[in-house]
């Protein structure tokens, strides 16, 4: 891939003059990788699996779909659903998944790549019992509106982690600030009593839904490094750019790097309208 840069030079003698230089760089391309996005919950109804591959920098174009590729559902014991293309590059299915079965799938493209995911145990996730909307006044650190807090409770044993994925009315909040986790090793056994999980503030009439989800520490580990390299930047002391560390692996080559996460997880889930 070839790009012209123009330097400006500017001579400070008794008038400015100028004169420009092209430099022809060749720039290599980059490897073309998939990328994979997918859950599989014990909720009812239809789930997607996106399937996309990595552009150059400067091509300039949206992420490519990945089309008529193979996607094939398995647990422990063998396949239990193959996956409709709903769309370019979305592939979906009804099948609802069961509490302490463990799940992956399989993926091959019509070039003949094979891909799949390290197996994962769908864990049970305890109740969001209550939720809550406290309006909050304008102050140096936080914007006026209703802030929202939810009451569950944490099961005995350590090493459940979890994520909430909330909605503002029927809109899933998907910023990077908007990704929310955790891990239960400050609270294990115990009631969560008004945990606040506003990322944004909610206004007079918003209809709210928030779920709880039971994910793995490896999904904990993949949205930590997410949310590092595109929410907390900006400064001096940012990580390091570098490849995402999903789940996936290429069934062809160990040196294949795959991007992307495919997770499962039991859902709880609880509404409301701010009044």
């Given at each position: 891939?070839?790009?012209r840069?123009s330097?400006?030079?500017i001579l ?7 004169c ?6 060749e ?17 009812e109804?239809?789930k997607?699996v996106?399937l996309s ?9 949206e992420?490519p ?11 422990e014991?063998?396949a239990v659903d ?14 609802q ?14 070039s ?25 006044e304008?102050t140096?650190f936080?914007?006026?509106?209703y802030?929202v807090?939810?009451d ?5 044993g ?5 994520r ?18 955790a ?6 056994g115990n ?8 990322t944004?503030p909610?206004?007079?009439?918003d209809?709210?839904r928030i779920?709880?989800l039971?994910?793995s ?6 949205f ?13 002391f940012?990580?390091?750019?570098a ?23 039991a859902?709880s889930?609880?509404g409301?309208?701010?009044?």
């Open positions: 891939m070839k790009f840069i330097f400006l030079i400070p003698f008794l008038f400015f003059s100028s420009q230089d092209v430099i022809d760089l720039v290599p391309d980059g490897e073309v990788l998939l990328v994979v996005d997918g859950w599989i919950t014990d909720q109804g239809e997607q996106l591959t990595t552009a150059n920098y400067f091509d300039n174009i992420t779909s990945v089309e008529n590729a193979t996607v094939v559902l398995f647990d014991n063998g193959t996956l409709t293309e709903s769309s370019y590059g979305v592939y979906v299915t009804n099948y998944g069961v509490v302490g079965k463990t799940y992956h799938i399989y993926i091959q493209t019509v003949g790549e094979e891909y799949e995911s390290n197996p994962e145990l769908l864990k049970f996730v305890s109740t969001i019992a209550a939720v809550h909307a406290e309006f909050r304008e140096a936080e914007d006026e509106g802030y807090s939810i569950t409770e944490e099961p005995l350590v090493g459940d982690f979890y909430w994925k909330q909605y503002v009315n029927d809109t899933l909040l998907n910023e990077p600030f908007d990704l929310l986790y891990s239960d090793e400050f609270v294990d009631p969560i009593i008004d945990f606040d999980v506003t944004k909610l206004s007079l009439g209809s709210y779920q709880q039971s994910i520490r490896e999904a904990f580990e993949f930590t490094q997410l949310q590092t390299q595109t929410a907390f930047v900006g400064s001096l940012d990580s390091p750019p490849a995402l560390q999903g789940n996936m692996v290429s069934v062809n080559s160990t040196d294949k790097n795959v991007l992307g996460y495919f997770g499962v997880s859902v889930e609880i409301m309208v701010v009044e």
